[in-house]
């Protein structure tokens, strides 16, 4: 494959430029071959939600009134009538 242009493999344009016979399906193997390895860039979804239990501890938890407004009010300092 000669070097060709990023922009070919867009996947919005990609069928496109199958059917234009700009590239080819081993054009487009080619190019996938030559992306670099960046997995160990990725966070997984368990990750996320680690991340967001662990922000929610750490905030002050918050309370809705009866007319619907939110107090920003930790639990042990409510009044117990």
């Known amino acids: ?3 060709k242009d990023p922009k070919l493999f867009d996947v919005r344009a990609l069928e496109r430029n199958l059917r234009n016979r700009q590239i080819t399906v081993p054009d487009i193997q080619s ?3 030559s992306l670099p390895d960046v997995s160990h860039k990725g ?9 967001r239990a662990a922000e929610a501890a750490a905030a002050p938890a ?6 619907g407004v939110v107090n ?3 639990p042990s300092d409510t ?3």
């Open 31 to 33: 190019y996938l071959d």
């Open 1 to 3: 494959m000669s070097k």
């Open 62 to 67: 918050e309370t809705e009134t009866s007319s």
């Open 43 to 51: 966070i997984t979804l368990g990750e996320i939600e680690d991340e």
């Open 72 to 74: 920003p009010v930790a």
């Open 79 to 81: 009044p117990s009538y």
